[in-house]
């Protein structure tokens, strides 16, 4: 404990020590700065003198050595005059904007460089490939209607087997409840049920009798469809094969047309050649005797 107090206290004097020479130091510091030195004791450089202080008066409009807001611009004549001006003049300069950008609008379409495409384009393809794509679009409509036939006719067979095993199995079940009615008797909820089950049976099989009935005069009507649809594409193959027929012809007869063109301008160089050798005969010929007569 004696130990721990005698430490206390020398850092209580060393920490008052520390404290009177930082004091003694800043007194030493804030004297020197109070005493005046030979720099200091210099005078001090003038102020900046303001530029404007040369100018000479009567600079604006006023008199004065400042602008003042009788210095500023006032309006002068006509405001209505002035501005009918402008807007002429501004009304001229849109009038010929809109006409130079519609001139130059109208002389780059009609020259072709600007193209709007307003017109329907021409097919890209020939006579021959459109009959192909619509005997392919035939053919595609004709597999779908033949995939939905078979797919109605899997949904009604399934649903008349269907039937037909609920009608099995309650033609069981009423067979048993006779032979047991035969045998020993039923109760009166076995021949409710015997009663429905008659009944449902006799309902079935007049349904069944109008189900197949209908089946058949389904049958019938598609085999009538088939049969126009044949018909009707045996009349469309007769027209194609006589359109195709009709432009092989025609094709043949432009062909034979331009063949003929060919040869009577064949014929005419032809002629023309002959012509052009026989005057350079004739030429050579004459300047043969010209130069003859010459030597002679």
């Known amino acids: 404990m004696s130990r721990f107090l005698a430490a206390a206290t020398q850092q209580f004097q060393k920490g008052l020590r520390f404290s009177r020479v930082l004091i003694h130091n800043t007194g030493q510091h804030l004297k020197a700065a109070k005493t005046p030195t030979a720099n200091s004791r210099q005078a001090a450089p003038p102020p900046p003198k303001c530029p404007g202080a040369k100018r000479k008066p009567g600079t604006f409009a006023s008199g004065g050595k400042h602008a003042v807001f009788n210095d500023c611009p006032m309006p002068e004549g006509d405001f209505m005059r002035a501005w009918h001006a402008k807007n002429t003049r501004y009304n001229i300069i849109l009038i010929t904007g809109a006409l130079a950008a519609f001139g130059g609008w109208g002389m780059a379409i009609s020259s072709g460089i600007l193209g709007l495409n307003w017109s329907i ?3 890209p393809y020939t006579e021959d490939e459109k009959e192909d794509f619509e005997l392919e679009e035939e053919r595609r409509r004709e597999e779908r209607e033949a995939r939905q036939e078979r797919h109605q006719d899997a949904v009604e067979a399934r649903e ?29 909820e076995e021949l409710d049920e015997l009663q429905r089950l008659a009944a449902e049976r006799e309902a079935f099989e007049m349904w069944e009798k109008d189900e197949i009935k209908r089946l058949e005069d389904q049958q019938k009507d598609r085999e009538l469809i088939r049969k126009e649809k044949a018909k009707v594409q045996a009349e469309r193959d007769k027209e194609r094969d006589r359109k195709r027929r009709e432009r092989d012809a025609q094709l043949e007869k432009e062909e034979a047309e331009r063949e003929k ?18 005057e350079k005969e004739k030429a050579e010929k004459e300047k043969a005797k010209l130069k003859k007569a010459q030597s002679g």
């Open 121 to 123: 384009p021409p097919y």
């Open 261 to 278: 063109a060919r040869k009577e301008a064949r014929k005419e160089w032809e002629k023309a050649e002959k012509e052009a050798q026989k």
């Open 160 to 188: 008349l087997a269907i039937r037909r095993r609920h009608a099995k199995e309650a033609m069981e079940r009423e067979v048993e409840l006779m032979q047991r009615d035969m045998d020993e008797g039923i109760s009166d």
